[in-house]
């Protein structure tokens, strides 16, 4: 197979012996192979679910670490994947960043309360609550900064290099920085906040951050086939043992830079995962010498501060993992995606059990819980019965409404969000229904109080609250409010309209333009024209990477200029009919309608220039 290394659409330091010893401390028993049957049952889903390869590492009770792999490492070598294959795991690195960042608190260089501007006093936060409620570092960790996830153009570029500084992830304006919710009362996922973090340890220590984490945190656990530093599979930065990166159809991708790197940029191997996984299950000391503080990890994955876990809900994140609820084993997890990989981690404390899995492929149509499955069955952890179901309280039907997300997750794409992303919550007297616009409706068990279990759960997932008279859902690491009817309404009403306006201008416009009836001076044929250059930028996106979406290029630009036009093109044709009305061409039986398509057109383009989607600059989503 060709490889692509942009398809459409280090070096570390300290000697061996500083490795070696932490690691046999650390791990008393060496990795062993996984079950041959496990292997089988792996290899059978990755082709099933059209994955080229997976590691993955057990931890068992008795301290041993189980490793093993399937498929493919390089699928145009032929070249198979092995238990020690380096992955890529995106996401996941942030719990070992975080531990980081909690290594320098137990240093007491630093603490969970400091402010992040008092570290970074340069820094252009925009906060409304910034008197009583400054961002601290804790919020950075557990996600409740109310900072913005991610801009297109912080996630898709080639512009940055390895080496680029973490201070051109946010040089962006002052909104890039502005601050959606009180902080520490709503989880909202932030990979801003962790390159945040990345800043902050580079401030602190006065290093590069990789160099930092490298040196003071994975050699001391022993994980020596790991690091922060950039490596791909190709050019300068190769690394030999790295596996190949795949998409959908087997299309391959090696590993590019990134802006926020801090957030996603992490390899490693099953092995090292497994002694990751220790450690974080453990008390915090290395060498019977404390390492991080005993109380620091006790909070990696409790929920604490926000107001879901002030009502009574103990799903959602810590400073480092996220409660998981799934199959009817409670653990602390954390899912990664980098570039061409998919990943998790699984952490049960209470068993001293946990799990790790990766794959070289990111596919979005494939089933990686099946992977989960597996590993927790031969984990043979024991099932939890479900919570029993509770009295509700008597105002539960009051919660009934529409709901969106509150914050969205990128806000750029509110309006997206509102429209398209809401849910509707329903009370029948003994269930609360949970119905999205998009998925499955799921049932809502009381147990007690505004307390609720989906069906598939074991423990309380869900708690309704009420924040300065607002009416929240909270499943701890979502949050959605209500919202009126009316507006809704006008939100639907305003897309169908000028959906409708839209289609009828193209398709009356087409219709005329074959009859030859449709002149420079017909009302819809600027609108016409606009509407068909929509198509002009597909051509220069079919050609280049979509991992150049967020980057200033001809298809960008283009994109830019043909939806800036249309609502102009839009007001033109509507000026037009305005101009004609009362003459005998204003007499045509079409020209009421086109001056109704053309209305119905201009509102919702202006509704979305409104929120900030047109002109559609994706170099500032």
Not at 203 to 225: F, I, S
Not at 368 to 378: A, C, I, Q, S, V
Request: aromatic letters at 8%.
């Amino acid at each position: 197979m060709k490889r692509d290394p942009h398809p459409t659409l280090a070096a570390r330091a300290g000697s061996w012996l500083r490795r070696a010893v932490p690691a046999l401390l650390l791990c008393a028993t060496a990795a062993h192979a996984a079950a041959p049957a496990l292997e089988a049952e792996f290899a059978a889903g990755l082709k099933e679910e059209g994955l080229a390869g997976a590691v993955w590492s057990e931890v068992l009770p008795d301290g041993t670490v189980k490793v093993g792999a399937a498929g493919q490492r390089d699928a145009a070598k032929h070249l198979p994947m092995q238990a020690d294959t380096r992955m890529q795991v995106g996401s996941v690195g942030k719990v070992a960043l975080a531990l980081g960042v909690l290594r320098l608190v137990s240093e007491d260089r630093l603490t969970l309360d400091t402010p992040v501007q008092q570290v970074l006093p340069a820094l252009a936060l925009s906060n409304p609550w910034q008197a009583s409620d400054p961002v601290r570092i804790r919020h950075l960790l557990a996600h409740t900064s109310g900072l913005d996830n991610v801009r297109f153009w912080q996630a898709f570029s080639l512009n940055p290099a390895p080496q680029t500084p973490l201070a051109d992830a946010f040089d962006g304006g002052r909104n890039l920085l502005r601050v959606r919710a009180r902080p520490g009362s709503r989880y909202a996922y932030s990979n801003m906040g962790y390159g945040l973090l990345g800043m902050v340890i580079e401030k602190v220590t006065g290093q590069p951050y990789e160099r930092y984490l490298d040196a003071q945190l994975l050699q001391p656990l022993g994980m020596a086939d790991s690091t922060f530093t950039f490596v791909t599979q190709t050019g300068a930065q190769a690394d030999p043992r790295l596996a190949m990166g795949y998409f959908e159809h087997g299309v391959a991708q090696a590993a590019v830079p990134q802006y926020l790197r801090p957030a996603a940029q992490f390899t490693t191997t099953a092995a090292d995962m497994g002694k990751l996984a220790q450690f974080l299950m453990g008390d915090g000391k290395l060498q019977d010498e404390r390492f991080i503080d005993l109380a620091l990890m006790g909070a990696l994955s409790e929920p604490a501060g926000t107001d879901a876990a002030q009502a009574g809900l103990a799903t959602g994140h810590g400073l480092a993992l996220a409660v998981r609820d799934r199959h009817n084993v409670v653990g602390a997890c954390h899912p990664g995606t980098a570039v061409g990989f998919r990943a998790m981690l699984c952490l049960y404390p209470e068993q001293k059990s946990a799990f790790f899995a990766a794959f070289n492929t990111d596919a979005e149509a494939a089933d990686y819980e099946r992977f989960n499955r597996l590993l927790l069955r031969d984990l043979e952890l024991p099932l939890r019965a479900p919570v029993p179901q509770g009295t509700p309280a008597p105002t539960v039907e009051n919660w009934q409404g529409v709901y969106v997300p509150s914050p969205s997750p990128m806000a750029s794409m509110a309006w997206v969000d509102a429209v398209f992303g809401f849910t509707r919550l329903k009370w029948d007297g003994e269930s609360l229904f949970l119905i999205p616009f998009q998925g499955e409706p799921k049932e809502l068990e009381p147990v007690g109080g505004l307390l609720f279990r989906a069906s598939d759960r074991s423990t309380p997932s869900h708690v309704l609250m009420q924040d300065d008279g607002k009416h929240i859902l909270s499943d701890g690491l979502r949050s959605f409010e209500r919202v009126s009817m009316l507006r809704m309404l006008v939100l639907w009403g305003s897309l169908a309209l000028g959906m409708a306006g839209l289609l009828y201008v193209l398709v009356v416009g087409v219709w005329r333009a074959a009859l030859r009836r449709l002149g420079r001076g017909d009302h819809l044929f600027a609108p016409l024209l606009s509407q068909l250059a929509l198509l002009l930028p597909l051509p220069f996106f079919y050609f280049q990477s979509y991992l150049r979406l967020g980057d200033v290029t001809i298809a960008s630009v283009l994109l830019a200029l043909v939806t800036g036009a249309l609502p102009l093109a839009t007001a033109f044709g509507l000026a037009r009919c305005w101009r004609s009305r009362g003459t005998a061409a204003e007499a045509g039986s079409w020209a009421k309608w086109d001056w109704l398509a053309l209305l119905a057109a201009l509102q919702l383009l202006l509704v979305l220039a409104w929120w900030g989607l047109l002109p559609l600059r994706l170099w500032q989503l």
